[in-house]
């Protein structure tokens, strides 16, 4: 199975920044953005159909992929969607969590590489803004290396990179 592509139904608007979200869920990432009559969300990545059918509920504007993320190709994209300004995303925390008795203490659990599929979008689009989230558990796992794997790429790329743990709940 190829997953499914849903496009877009309404037209994007030049005005604004384009987003490409990943990981993206039902949109509430990207719906931030668009709050501020400043972004559109122009493209969307997520493997779970009825998330995804959520997101295009609320994001006409959006050509959505519904499917793996490892399995999709910058061409495609490319063809499909405007170069983004910003990349929005937070890969699947499952093997990062504190919470129990969800968390999946699996080292190898595939979930746990999925920022590395995120670096691979930034470096290939090169949008202008990058915001990747994540669980305050990524800052320790594999004692802080994977954290640090993915600030060193973003740096490498060129991106300066700034990292600070907040509550959600505080901001609405």
């Known amino acids: 199975d190829n997953g ?12 604004k920044h384009s987003i490409m979200d990943l990981f993206c869920g039902i949109g ?8 501020t009559g400043e972004f559109q969300v122009a493209s969307a990545v997520d493997l ?21 993320i490892r399995e999709l190709t910058i ?24 919470l129990r008795p969800f968390r999946n203490v699996e080292w190898n659990d595939p979930r746990n590489n999925l ?3 995120f670096v691979r979008f930034v470096s290939s689009l090169r949008p ?4 990747f989230e994540n669980v305050v558990g990524l800052l320790t796992h594999g ?17 300066r990179t700034s990292a600070k743990v907040i509550n959600g709940a505080h901001f609405g």
């Not at 004692?143 to 991106?159: D, M, N, P, Q, R």
């Open 28 to 35: 509430g990432f990207s719906h931030g953005f668009e709050k």
């Open 115 to 117: 920022g590395e599929e």
């Open 4 to 15: 499914r592509i849903i496009e877009r139904t309404t037209s994007l608007d030049a005005s």
């Open 143 to 159: 004692k802080g290396t994977t954290f640090k794997s993915i600030t060193a790429a973003f740096e490498e790329l060129g991106y």
């Open 75 to 98: 061409k495609q994209i490319e063809r499909d969607s405007p170069r983004p300004f910003v990349i929005v995303g937070g890969p699947p925390c499952q093997g990062f969590s504190s």
């Open 48 to 68: 779970l159909g009825d998330r995804l059918d959520t997101f295009c509920a609320n994001h006409s504007s959006a050509t959505a992929y519904g499917r793996d």
């Open 128 to 131: 202008d803004w990058i915001v």
